[in-house]
């Protein structure tokens, strides 16, 4: 069971909009603003798309965003692509000097 | 262009130990932490344990503190992760991972990944 809780899957069709929350605690999400997301392909190594809870790395696309209130962070993606089909994870920085990843989300384009 | 490349995965015996490397190239690598990720096969994502840049801290997940040592030779530009007393449920790909601020000692995030190197742990 994974420290950070994620919906194991969300579906869009093309152009809508999704989010998908990523739920820790006061030591981990909520404590601290280091809160990343990344995307992974299948068979492939994950890539980074937010850190610090909501800043997106060179190259990557703006229609992904990522906030946090309290303890849940999200992750919104809007105009949903076809290419966007992965599966996302979030993770924190803790109090305990480690690093959580959420258990992972499946997301599925229409 | 930031590449990592890991090495030294296999099929090992419980019980058994294993030596993970992985070689950096393009960054400066003593300038930042760098992290041991693992993902069983179909699971997902798994923090195993950071070291700073300097190799004077090291992190580890509870699941792997006391028979996994992570190390570091900046002079080689290498990553290590030295695993004894190995168990089944220790069978996953294994990435290395680059920590994208320099001017941070713990894990936070990643920006580049290598391509991961898997080990089975299995009699």
């Known amino acids: 069971q994974s420290a950070l809780t994620q919906p194991a899957s969300v579906s869009g069709s093309p152009g809508q909009s999704i989010t998908i929350s990523c739920t820790g605690t006061s030591s981990d999400v909520g404590g601290y603003n280091y809160v990343s997301w990344y995307q992974q392909h299948p068979g492939k190594a994950p890539k980074l798309m937010i850190y610090?809870?909501?800043n997106r790395p060179s190259g990557v696309s703006n229609r992904f965003s990522g906030s946090k209130s309290g303890n849940t962070a999200s992750l919104t993606i809007s105009g949903l692509q076809a290419e966007d089909e992965a599966d996302y994870y979030c993770s924190s920085y803790t109090s305990s000097s480690t690093l959580e990843f959420g258990g992972g989300t499946k997301l599925t384009v229409l | 262009e930031v590449q990592l490349l890991e090495s030294g995965g296999g099929l090992v015996q419980p019980g058994g130990s294993l030596r993970l490397s992985c070689a950096a190239s393009?960054?400066?690598?003593?300038?930042?932490?760098m992290s041991w990720v693992r993902q069983a096969p179909g699971k997902g994502l798994e923090w195993v344990s950071a070291i700073s840049g300097s190799g004077g801290s090291t992190y580890y997940a509870d699941s792997v503190k006391g028979r996994f040592t992570i190390s570091r030779d900046n002079s080689k530009n290498t990553l290590y992760l030295q695993m004894n007393s190995l168990r089944a449920e220790d069978t996953a790909v294994y990435y290395c991972?680059?920590?994208?601020?320099?001017?941070?000692?713990?894990?936070?995030?990643?920006?580049?990944w290598g391509q991961g190197t898997l080990v089975t742990v299995s009699s």
């Open positions: 393009g960054f400066t690598f003593s300038s930042y932490a």
């Open positions: 610090d809870v909501s």
């Open positions: 991972a680059k920590d994208r601020n320099p001017e941070l000692w713990f894990p936070t995030h990643f920006d580049y």
